[in-house]
């Protein structure tokens, strides 16, 4: 939601206001409580309280530059920089793939909260380990008589050796490779990041849920 605010004659600016408590994380419209204005820094210092949790945070944002004309007035535009405190949120995996990888779930929420607090330069390293402990705890259940040679073998050998659905082979080799480039000097694949990186994570983890669920399946039916 824009906002138009006159602080003083010389003062008048606007600002769209979150829509999400950055504590509870559910969408809201906050309630304005104060705001402060540093000239030294150029920025404009917000505190807010959620009307859903009732806790107060701040934003701060600073001055574009740039003017925007609202019922005859011109206002400065403001640029929201960021929100203290940020209570990061974490991605819920279905049952099975908990019990199929534990550790992966641990391992890519650490990644996915480095990610929501802007540590961005390790969150892409982080989500690359939690894939590897995802691919091999997947082949390891279906080749449980090879599981120590599994767990030795590089990444992309195991999925090549040890994964036969074809588009699981190809999710997951896509994964890795942009994994790889989240941990290397240079990039070797310009065009993609931890965007494609998470999405491409995502469609495995569904792949392999659904093969998981699947088998409990037939497991059930062959038992009745």
Same mark, same amino acid.
């Given at each position: 939601?824009?906002?138009?605010l006159?602080i003083?004659?010389?003062q008048?600016?606007c600002?769209d206001l979150?829509? %999400?408590?950055?504590i509870?994380?559910k969408?809201?419209?906050p309630?304005?409580?104060?705001?402060?204005?540093?000239s030294?820094?150029?920025?404009?210092f917000?505190?807010?309280?959620c009307?859903a949790c009732? $806790?107060?945070f701040?934003?701060?944002?600073d001055?574009?530059d740039?003017d925007?004309?609202? *019922?005859?007035?011109?206002?400065?535009?403001?640029? %929201?920089k960021?929100?203290?405190?940020r209570?990061?949120?974490k991605k819920q995996f279905d049952?099975s793939?908990?019990?199929?990888?534990?550790?992966?779930?641990?391992?890519y929420?650490?990644?996915y909260?480095?990610?929501q607090?802007?540590l961005?330069?390790?969150?892409?390293m982080?989500?690359?380990?939690s894939?590897?402990? %995802?691919?091999k705890d997947y082949?390891?259940? $279906?080749?449980?008589n090879?599981?120590?040679k599994?767990?030795?073998t %590089?990444l992309?050998q195991v999925?090549n050796?040890y994964?036969d659905n074809d588009k699981?082979?190809n999710l997951?080799?896509?994964?890795?490779?942009?994994a790889?480039?989240?941990?290397?000097?240079?990039r070797?694949?310009?065009d993609?990041?931890?965007?494609?990186l $998470? $999405?491409?994570?995502?469609?495995?983890?569904?792949?392999?849920?659904?093969e998981?669920?699947?088998?409990?399946? *037939?497991?059930?039916?062959?038992n009745?």
């Amino acid at each position: 939601m824009r906002k138009y605010l006159t602080i003083n004659d010389r003062q008048k600016i606007c600002y769209d206001l979150t829509n %999400l408590c950055p504590i509870c994380n559910k969408s809201i419209m906050p309630i304005e409580k104060s705001n402060f204005y540093n000239s030294d820094s150029n920025m404009y210092f917000f505190t807010f309280q959620c009307p859903a949790c009732n $806790k107060g945070f701040i934003a701060y944002y600073d001055d574009t530059d740039n003017d925007e004309s609202y *019922q005859g007035i011109w206002y400065s535009v403001l640029n %929201l920089k960021n929100i203290y405190p940020r209570i990061p949120i974490k991605k819920q995996f279905d049952e099975s793939i908990i019990s199929l990888s534990e550790t992966f779930c641990d391992i890519y929420n650490q990644a996915y909260v480095a990610e929501q607090t802007d540590l961005d330069q390790i969150a892409g390293m982080g989500y690359r380990k939690s894939l590897e402990f %995802l691919i091999k705890d997947y082949c390891v259940r $279906k080749n449980e008589n090879e599981a120590e040679k599994i767990k030795g073998t %590089l990444l992309g050998q195991v999925i090549n050796d040890y994964i036969d659905n074809d588009k699981l082979k190809n999710l997951a080799k896509a994964s890795v490779w942009i994994a790889n480039d989240e941990t290397h000097y240079v990039r070797k694949y310009e065009d993609k990041d931890i965007i494609d990186l $998470k $999405k491409f994570i995502s469609a495995t983890v569904a792949y392999i849920t659904y093969e998981l669920i699947s088998d409990d399946a *037939q497991d059930f039916i062959n038992n009745n």
